[in-house]
């Protein structure tokens, strides 16, 4: 006997298996490509750092065991932040900033050289029974700190004075300390990742510049230090001095260009022989394009764009208004790293010192990012139906 269409059971909505990190594909899929970059990123980290290691008397996987031991406790924080609900963040966020801002000065007080120590010219280090970079805690601090006052000052966005103005009295703080230590790239960025928020809860765009206005002397300033004043004039190519500040750009167009199409292969590389300084960290992308070659440099952009595309469906789904903001600050944090890493290592941008996201040998912006990526995780499985029960 044939079955009535009435008799048939209305076909049951397709649903994801839950994962444990929620029933949404977002939460899963974000963890499954922060495990596989992580992955690329020591093995490359591995290569680009051997040699490095052994020319100063060290084990070859130095630089990589410290990484995996970081990447172990980044991992762990990301669990915790990604099942912890994220709104308790906007209750930590005047505490987040007010702490950070206090670690920031204790990097450039002249009575505390004991633990921060000037490295390579700057103050960015504190040693306090484990080093670590307070400006890395100040990214995420100001992510959450915009956030919550944005959702409080969302209707006063078209005055400057009550909307922008308290962000930027605020904000001066953390970009001041940090630029001060001296790390004018880094400060940057922090200000960046603000006024990324801002412009998502409503900021004129006319504010905007006129904040770029009111910065513009004090950017010409900093930028007549000495160093700063070679790597701008090199990359503007008003210079050409391969062998002065423009000797790792070259070095790392060097590397692009040797590794063609497919690569020269895993710790095949030349440039990690000291001809490209910083090789296992702020030049890691060369290395990249040196041994994995044009293929392996597009494929590692598109798994970074994956991230941030879902980092901003993630925004676009959250159950409110600070989830949102939170969502779109943890997204940018990846984005705007990625993207002036890997600009600087074309040559596109001058050198700065930013790490690559989960790849540059460095455990404090690895930690700070497995806890940005937690924070999406978290607000992911909060959206509707990324979960299976709320918390």
């Not at 006052?149 to 009295?169: C, D, I, Y």
């Not at 167009?253 to 063609?260: R, T, W």
């Not at 199409?261 to 890691?284: C, M, S, T, W």
Request: charged share 10%.
């Amino acid at each position: 006997m044939t079955a009535r269409p009435m008799d048939l059971a209305p076909p049951a909505p397709v649903r994801l298996p839950d994962s444990g990190l929620g029933r949404g594909w977002e939460a899963a899929t974000l963890m499954g490509l922060t495990l596989l970059i992580l992955s690329f990123g020591l093995v490359t980290l591995y290569s680009a750092s051997s040699v490095h290691a052994i020319r100063q008397g060290l084990p070859d996987h130095y630089f990589v065991g410290r990484q995996a031991a970081g990447a172990g406790a980044g991992l762990a924080l990301l669990l915790v932040t990604a099942y912890v609900p994220y709104k308790v963040w906007e209750h930590l966020s005047w505490p987040m900033i007010v702490g950070s801002s206090f670690l920031l000065l204790l990097c450039v007080l002249p009575w505390t050289y004991g633990i921060a120590p000037e490295v390579n010219g700057a103050r960015r280090w504190l040693r306090l029974g484990v080093g670590f970079q307070p400006s890395e805690i100040a990214k995420v601090a100001i992510i959450v700190w915009t956030a919550a006052t944005a959702v409080r000052k969302a209707e006063h966005f078209r005055s400057l004075r009550r909307g922008l103005g308290p962000f930027l009295l605020v904000w001066a703080v953390p970009v001041g300390l940090v630029a001060a230590a001296p790390d004018l790239s880094t400060a940057l960025v922090v200000l960046v990742l603000g006024m990324v928020i801002v412009f998502a809860a409503g900021a004129r765009i006319g504010h905007f510049i006129f904040l770029g206005l009111l910065l513009s002397p004090l950017v010409y300033w900093q930028l007549q230090v000495d160093y700063r004043v070679e790597r701008m004039t090199q990359f503007l190519g008003q210079v050409s001095d391969p062998s002065g500040a423009g000797y790792q750009v070259k070095q790392s167009l060097v590397a692009f260009g040797s590794g063609g199409l497919n690569g020269v292969g895993i710790g095949e590389g030349r440039q990690k022989y000291g001809f490209l300084p910083e090789a296992h960290n702020d030049f890691i992308f060369a290395m990249i394009g040196e041994e994995w070659g044009f293929l392996g440099a597009v494929a590692l952009i598109v798994l970074y764009l994956i991230v941030v595309l879902i980092g901003f469906r993630i925004a676009s789904r959250a159950p409110d208004f600070f989830g949102e903001l939170l969502a779109v600050g943890c997204a940018s944090f990846i984005a705007v790293q990625a993207t002036l890493h890997m600009a600087v290592g074309l040559a596109l941008a001058p050198a700065t010192g930013l790490a690559l996201p989960l790849v540059s040998y460095g455990r404090s912006n690895l930690i700070v990012t497995f806890v940005a990526l937690g924070i999406l995780i978290s607000i992911a499985r909060a959206a509707p139906g990324g979960k299976a029960v709320r918390a």
